[in-house]
């Protein structure tokens, strides 16, 4: 499976702005999907996550209640919705696949597909 992230970019601090990760097959909709982001001198993070039936969504501390993971009517696309953005939201977003567990897994060794990030600039 091959992921490609897009749609970053530079937005001004309480804006919105929508990533997608397509995929390239359709069996796609057999993994669970999830977004992390890298920040510089940081660890990449797990941010959001969804199965691969959409039964369960994950959402950090740091983004809850502002970001949406949501899944492509196609099914072989994942949005993530990101809203009310802060400069400390800045970073370099991916997305990644994983095997369809029951739970969203959490770590980065966890997920066997990446796709290769998109920069998310914030300005204040």
């Known amino acids: 499976v091959q992921l490609q992230a897009y749609g970053g970019g530079l937005v001004q601090a309480r804006g919105p702005l929508r990533l997608s990760c397509a995929a390239s097959?359709?069996?796609?909709?057999?993994?669970?999907m999830a977004w992390f982001r890298q920040a510089p001198g940081k660890e990449r993070e797990l941010i959001a996550g969804?199965?691969?039936?959409?039964?369960?969504?994950y959402y950090a501390d740091s983004v809850k209640d502002r970001f949406t993971i949501s899944r492509g009517n196609a099914q072989n696309t994942v949005y993530l919705q990101m809203n009310t953005l802060k400069p400390e939201d800045t970073a370099v977003y991916y997305c990644?696949?994983?095997?369809?567990?029951?739970?969203?897994?959490?770590?980065?060794?966890?997920?066997?597909?990446w796709g290769q990030g998109t920069q998310v600039t914030v300005s204040s």
């Open positions: 990644a696949a994983d095997s369809p567990r029951g739970l969203i897994a959490h770590a980065v060794s966890d997920y066997e597909y």
């Open positions: 097959k359709r069996t796609v909709r057999s993994y669970n």
């Open positions: 969804i199965t691969w039936g959409g039964q369960r969504t």
